[in-house]
């Protein structure tokens, strides 16, 4: 358009200079708004990696996922799972979140190897399209107590039920074998990918994303809510939605092994900060990790007994420090801390408990440093003041004079004024026993 518009008559060039100047400015508005267009079209799959522990920090990314793919419009989602397993809380609020979901979800475990037991057998159920890679497995689905321990009959009762019927609710609706997914929590039996297809509890067994898109390309899939859509999935690009910086250091101190260290580390840099004023950096550092690990115990579930114990192994190695028990009660501090830290977060999986290596590895040169901080300051305290009048109590000196209700004395090279309750004769040793001003009170020291 530039070269047939420069090619005109001279009569017109100046118009043709007017346009020639438009187009080139309007050139890169234009480019850069049908490159917007196009991206705007563009077909976009949301990939979702459920890699961690199902817990409240997990449950809320994977929301935040689910909405961010409503919010541009994604053709579908792909909720990538390699999972222990986690909370059930957190786990119901995942499913809750597919099943209500505005876009199709795609649930699939994998790579090749990965699982998604417990927690993660409900959630690879929940999905409009359950795919597994091969060489994965899930369920072992059946429910424990927070804390790991028995749960008396009644109540097992009324969870596991409560549990089964809650996978029934919607594995059924979404066309599959309810009745395998209920023994998969019941019985807690776990299946392989070729097993689960054979059952009817998932609906293909594909390696990789590529694949699923070309298997289910052009499918057409019934919705929870009874609506029927037809996945376009071929040509969108596959756009990994990340946990944000604060998910991802708040997934880490979820970490039960962590959270113990945090909570220790916490109390020592405060109390190094108390005893000695000024320093400012343990303080600081104590204190950040003291409100990051009181975070993760609120989240996790803590057995106050295990809490009791690691506070009464403090208080032991104090008394270590103090006290000569010969070792006694640091040995006991060493043991109540490791039995605490045992106890103290009991989770329904390994991942969501404190590992017997952390505890070992943190209680013993806690209890090291424990009582050798608290023995300085103890010996601080103890140890006779130097300078100022307490510094002269103690002292021995030579009386100059004879001394009653007043005298002269010698004492570290200067002489005093002093008394004293009972007559003392020039050239006797004495003892200073007050200070009061520019007067002492001395005594007779017996050779």
């Known amino acids: ?56 920090v997990s449950a809320d990314y994977v ?121 998969g929590v019941s019985e807690s039996q776990s299946f392989t990918a070729e097993e689960a297809l054979k059952e009817n509890l998932i609906d293909a067994v594909i390696s990789d994303v590529p694949g699923i898109i070309e298997r289910y390309d052009g499918k057409e899939i019934r919705r929870f809510d009874d609506r029927t859509t037809t996945l376009n999935l071929r040509g969108a690009a596959i756009e990994t939605f990340e946990m944000s910086a604060r998910q991802k250091i708040l997934s880490r101190v979820l970490d039960p092994n962590l959270a113990f260290v945090l909570a220790l580390a916490g109390l020592l840099g405060l109390y190094i900060e108390v005893t000695h004023p000024g320093l400012i950096l343990p303080g600081v550092i104590g204190g950040i990790s003291l409100v990051l690990a009181l975070f993760a115990f609120n989240l996790l579930p803590v057995n106050w007994t295990g809490a009791a114990l690691i506070l009464l192994a403090i208080g032991m190695f104090v008394l270590e420090a103090t006290v000569a028990s010969h070792g006694i009660l640091a040995l006991g501090g060493i043991v109540a801390m490791v039995a605490g830290a045992l106890m103290l977060v009991r989770g ?43 510094g002269m109590i103690g002292e021995l000196g030579v009386a100059k004079s004879d001394i009653h209700n007043d005298g002269k004395v010698l004492v570290h090279g200067e002489y005093w004024n002093a008394y004293s309750e009972k007559p003392i004769p020039a050239g006797s040793r004495v003892r200073v026993v007050e200070v009061h001003g520019l007067r002492i009170k001395v005594e007779t020291v017996n050779d």
């Open 1 to 56: 358009m530039v070269l047939v518009l420069a090619a005109t008559s001279t009569a017109h060039a100046e118009g043709s200079r007017v346009l020639v100047f438009s187009f080139e400015n309007l050139a890169p508005e234009a480019m850069a708004f049908a490159v917007t267009a196009e991206r705007a079209q563009a077909p976009v799959i949301v990939q979702i990696d459920l890699e961690d522990i199902v817990h409240p």
């Open 63 to 183: 929301k935040e996922g689910l909405d961010h793919a409503k919010d541009i419009g994604a053709r579908a989602v792909i909720l990538r799972l390699s999972t222990p397993g986690g909370l059930i809380d957190s786990m119901r609020e995942i499913v809750e979140a597919v099943l209500s979901s505005s876009v199709p979800v795609i649930t699939w475990v994998g790579p090749n190897g990965a699982r998604a037991a417990s927690a993660g057998f409900f959630i690879l159920l929940a999905g409009d399209v359950a795919v597994m890679a091969p060489g994965t497995n899930s369920g072992a689905a059946h429910p424990v107590s927070s804390t790991g321990q028995k749960i008396d009959d009644v109540m097992e009762k009324k969870i596991l039920s409560d549990a089964t019927a809650y996978i029934r609710s919607y594995v059924a609706k979404r066309g599959r074998n309810a009745h395998l997914a209920e023994l």
């Open 348 to 390: 329904p999986i390994p991942q969501l408990r404190i590992q017997l290596g952390t505890t070992l590895a943190v209680a013993i040169p806690l209890a090291f440093i424990t009582v050798f901080l608290v023995r300085l300051v103890y010996l601080s305290h103890q140890r006779k003041s130097v300078t100022g009048e307490e």
